[in-house]
């Protein structure tokens, strides 16, 4: 089945310790779309400027993504720029410039209101609400957030929560959230915000799914080397959703193995700047990670 | 078959932002015989003062742990005292008064020169190798350390590692000893120094093996409540050798599982001040969560 992400689609500027990588192709629902891309079809709703390099349209399009709900404005595209330092685990961002993702409300095409997998990638809630209110009785829905909505957009977020399936976030803003730095109350408090499934994610150290089965511990995919982590979470739960539509029966049941899939795509985003090693992985390359993780976790 | 282990014995004063304990029973030795005993039978080896409170004898005793090897000696018995942060995960040492351990020499009693399984607890690498000279044949010896030792004794540990199958130690000391910030790469660097097996402990996130076998990612029990983490390393590497200890075969075969088993106990102690909860345990505790852990990480 297909999956409709909604999410930002921007130009990253990024700088670590050992390169510059300026205008790559980035945005929540870009790393979301690709992952997602490698087990269903997907829809991408977002906007761009006129200025959006045309051999990124080219990249979705080799990934076959349905860009009917991709709007191009007059304007420029959503551009940040960040710089990471040694360790890879701290960044912080240089500029934002929002250009036409400033004034974007995501009208869906109608084709696209019946799509039966929902993800709502990081955006400002209000635009996740807009998609919401125009769909027609999802399967299944996620939402991703982050800590400047948790800032500057609380109550439209905590409204959204009673709307969804399940929330993925990570441990820093679960424990902004719920004021409890234990991830297990933490959980447990969101839970009683509205999502029945809780998927917190801990960079290096994997993620954790709380829900009515109890946990999971998903192990992330050890890495020799990490060369842009940005767009990892997006990754994590673009191939989450990606892998949960091409599943048959009760996507519930299939969310560990969904977190595994995530996990694996993750880490191949970890790899290159942007999207550049993730769009150079190939289905084969996935389930070869995918056996690993299932061989290092077994005892 | 039985384990000996060589370590500190102490008493430890413990603040935390919760209460206040003083002179708990404490130290490497103490922590890991206490986890051992549920698997397999001990022999302690260190040394305490006069002023050793008589009824942590008598918990020693109630673990049917072979005391021939505690030196009791004129003097006072090793006091620690730390102060842990709200989160826990930070502590600083208030005070430190080595007592009779200042002078300490572990000799052996001839019956324990034959012990398959040695655990070198933490204690200064000196006093590792003087009890691995006295050893004949021992099937399997893990070292455990700490920062300080990398700081003052590192020529004498890094000999030390050549002599041993396994060293065991927190991510921030594997950092420590290989300057990698990366925990393949560290340990990789450390098998080079000698050790088979290495496994990095991750505090609240598990913990890593790497032999041979490739990697295993061993998850750490989820606790809602952690009331006081001293001792939780040293009791999970207790737990884990006197698990190996009383499985059949090749010792590296089992070492997963054992690896699981030192999570459980590690968790039990972060439930109590010093040994008070770890001391109530009985097997089949160890056991439920052994099996909780089975299935949170299956997928």
Redesign the interface.
């Known amino acids: 089945m297909s999956v409709l992400i909604v999410g930002s689609t921007a130009l990253d500027s990024i700088k670590t310790p050992q390169a510059e990588n300026p205008r790559l192709l980035g945005g929540s629902a870009s790393h979301a779309a690709i992952a997602a891309s490698f087990f269903s079809p997907v829809k991408l709703v977002g906007v761009v400027g006129e200025d959006f390099p045309k051999p990124y349209i080219k990249l979705y399009q080799k990934h076959r993504i349905d860009l009917s709900g991709l709007q191009i404005q007059q304007g420029k595209t959503f551009h940040w720029s960040g710089e990471y330092e040694v360790?890879m685990n701290n960044r912080r961002t240089l500029a934002t410039e929002l250009g036409v993702i400033e004034h974007f409300s995501p009208t869906l095409p109608d084709a696209h209101k019946s799509t039966p997998y929902v993800l709502l990638a990081n955006i400002a809630p209000a635009l996740q609400h807009h998609v919401l209110d125009q769909m027609w009785k999802p399967k299944f829905v996620i939402v991703d957030t982050m800590d400047l909505w948790l800032n500057i957009a609380l109550d439209d977020l905590l409204r959204l929560l009673k709307r969804v399936d399940a929330l993925v976030l990570n441990d820093s803003e679960a424990h902004q959230l719920t004021k409890s730095?234990?991830?297990?109350?933490a959980a447990r408090l969101i839970h009683k915000m509205g999502p029945r499934h809780v998927i917190i994610k801990?960079g290096?150290?994997?993620s954790?799914l709380s829900n009515k089965d109890?946990?999971?511990?998903?192990?992330a995919y050890?890495?020799?080397?990490?060369v842009d982590p940005t767009g990892a979470g997006d990754s994590f739960v673009g191939a989450l959703m990606g892998y949960l539509a091409s599943t048959r029966g009760n996507p519930e049941k299939n969310l560990?193995?969904a977190?595994?899939h995530g996990s694996v795509v993750a880490s191949f985003c970890c790899e290159g700047f942007g999207v550049k090693r993730t769009t150079r992985v190939v289905k084969r390359d996935i389930q070869k990670r995918v056996r690993?993780l299932?061989?290092?976790?077994?005892?």
């Open positions: 360790n730095d234990n991830t297990l109350e801990k290096e150290h994997g954790i109890g946990l999971f511990v998903c192990p050890p890495l020799k080397k990490v560990r193995r977190m595994v690993e299932e061989a290092l976790a077994r005892f």
